[in-house]
């Protein structure tokens, strides 16, 4: 079942309760899935886009695009096949201030109930958790590996885990990618060893099959195929 729309911002109307949030973005039948955390990590709030309007945000959006899951960055990135989204999309209202503030236990519960219906409604084959937070929570709702999978990021960077359903690759949270050679630029997605690390992952990924399908074709009169997530 494909969704029907044209929307690449906020295809399902989503509407949470605050004042300023940051929508899903991207393909509603994407295969890759990219989750974030919120709008202070991740950016986004004027633009309205995840992943936008911050330095580390471009970075992992020029990392894509040169692994072929975008085909431009920008503050509204073009889009084919990869959609984006955060656990908790509103602004964070939490006693800190400043642009980081975090949303509290509670309002991350809360939150739980869009980003699960997202996900279940893109339905993409594979998920791409950015940074601790999101890498945590995807292995515990949508695997059954957060028991035996130690959250360290940089070993778990690029790295393909089978979950129910879904194949999830973490990434590192670009902030905290390192440079390659000494001195290059920490805007310089080219001369980062963990955007090289996650590009060559994805060409790998992208060239086996990575769709997670039953073929159900078996159990209906006739020969052709019933693909089914």
């Not at 778990?156 to 885990?161: F, V, Y």
Request: charged share 25%; glycine share 10%.
């Amino acid at each position: 079942m494909k969704n029907v729309t044209d929307r690449v911002s906020n295809p399902f109307g989503l509407s949470p309760e605050c004042d300023r949030f940051v929508p899903g973005y991207g393909d509603a039948n994407a295969d890759f899935h990219v989750i974030g955390d919120h709008p202070g990590v991740h950016g986004g709030l004027e633009t309205g886009v995840p992943f936008t309007g911050t330095a580390a945000g471009d970075r992992l959006l020029d990392a894509l695009v040169r692994a072929g899951l975008l085909e431009a960055a920008g503050d509204a990135p073009a889009v084919d096949s990869t959609y984006f989204s955060y656990l908790h999309m509103c602004e964070a209202a939490g006693e800190r201030l400043g642009p980081e503030r975090t949303p509290t236990p509670a309002s991350y519960d809360d939150m739980e109930r869009f980003f699960d219906a997202e996900v279940r409604a893109i339905a993409a084959h594979v998920l791409f958790p950015v940074g601790e937070r999101a890498t945590r929570h995807v292995l515990e709702q949508y695997t059954a590996q957060a028991h035996k999978t130690q959250i360290r990021m940089d070993d778990l960077h690029g790295r393909e885990i089978r979950g129910s359903g879904w194949l999830v690759v973490p990434i590192k949270d670009p902030a905290e990618w390192t440079e390659t050679n000494a001195g290059t630029d920490a805007g310089d997605t080219a001369g980062s060893a963990h955007a090289d690390r996650l590009i060559d992952a994805l060409a790998t990924l992208r060239a086996t099959d990575y769709r997670r399908e039953s073929d159900l074709g078996r159990f209906i009169a006739g020969s052709d195929p019933y693909l089914v997530r």
